[in-house]
């Protein structure tokens, strides 16, 4: 029998499981942890908990689009699993369309980096997070796709074994298919997907977003692990065009910190190129000093991750006061800039990602000339 927990949401139940706690929301979707019903327990399909992403049915081709990334991004352990897609009716009748994930109770990556308080995080931890982060750009680049939306918010820690986390990359909702014909892939019009924070030069001046985009997003992200704030040092209530030319500045780059290891300060250096061709690859990257030294002992838990190495507590989970808000599909945004409107105002409207906000914009690039 459902309790008062399941009952506050509207959307209805799958065959096996219920729905539980709203845990985000975002333009085309929403995010509720959801618990295996009894009878289906001994279930080896579903773990105990899940995270549904769910959207109307009408309005699901980019959640029904992530599924279809998810179904050939489906053995890597650094990418968040997915087992499944169900439909459902609400108590109105009208059906949703769901998306089942593993559920991250450690919340997101750009949670952890806040807690640090502006200080970051240890180095160690940081080299442990960045070589799981790489091992997945790594798979997704040699399956032909790119991110294109990597940031500290859609980095989600996984629970396993002896009270660790491992973390995970997901929300594909702006993934692409590389064509493999093309040598110089842009985008078809000018709408590009992704956080203005977090978008590589060539993104904002040329339109391409190719698998140096993530490489640019990583070193982001990195940045951010180690030193506790962000890349560009930008205010939430900055004006975007200026962000927008500080990275499209083909002379200004980071300023990276004296107190980080060489080590790091070089990883950080062949992220952060401005011309992607002079990028290191993520297979360069992995090989890389600032990736050598780890703890064994320590990064033994990352090591063949399976379903049964997960952990989670799927009844205190549930309860009320014990969802993670953490894990969560921050607001999305769909802009269109028309062609009575300003540049300039277009613009303020588009996130630099303090609220992990992603973005579907076109921009006028006479802010770059």
Known sequence: MKGKFEEENNLGDGVSWWRGKLLGEGGFASVYLAKLKKNYCRNKVYPPLMAVKSAEFSESNSLQNEKEVFNNLCTCPYILKC??????????????YNVLLEYASGG??????????????????????TRCILQGIDYIHRHSYVHCDLKPENVLLVAIENDG???????????????????????????????????APETLIDHIQESPCDIWALGCIVFEMLTGKRVWDSKPEAATEELIKRIGDRFELPVIPSEISQDGKDFLKRCLVKKPAFRFTSEMLLDHPFMSGL?????????????????SNADNEFDDSSYSEDWSTSKDSSLEE????????????????????????????????
């Open 338 to 369: 028309s062609d009575d409107r300003s540049h300039c105002s277009s613009l303020e409207t588009i996130g630099l990602g303090d609220q992990g906000c992603s973005t579907l914009a076109r921009i006028s690039w006479k802010l770059l000339a």
């Open 108 to 129: 997101t990556l750009a949670a952890l980096i806040k807690q640090s308080g502006g200080c970051g995080l240890p180095e160690s931890d940081v080299k442990r997070y």
């Open 295 to 311: 703890d064994d002992s320590k990064s033994s838990d990352f090591k063949d991750i399976s379903d049964e190495g997960c952990v």
């Open 83 to 96: 087992y499944g897609e169900e439909t459902t009716f609400d108590k109105n009748g009208y059906l949703s």
């Open 165 to 199: 986390f491992v973390p995970k990359i997901a929300d594909f909702g702006l993934a692409k298919k590389v064509l493999k014909n093309n040598k110089r892939r842009k985008m078809t019009d000018s709408f590009i997907g992704g956080t203005v924070l977090y978008m």
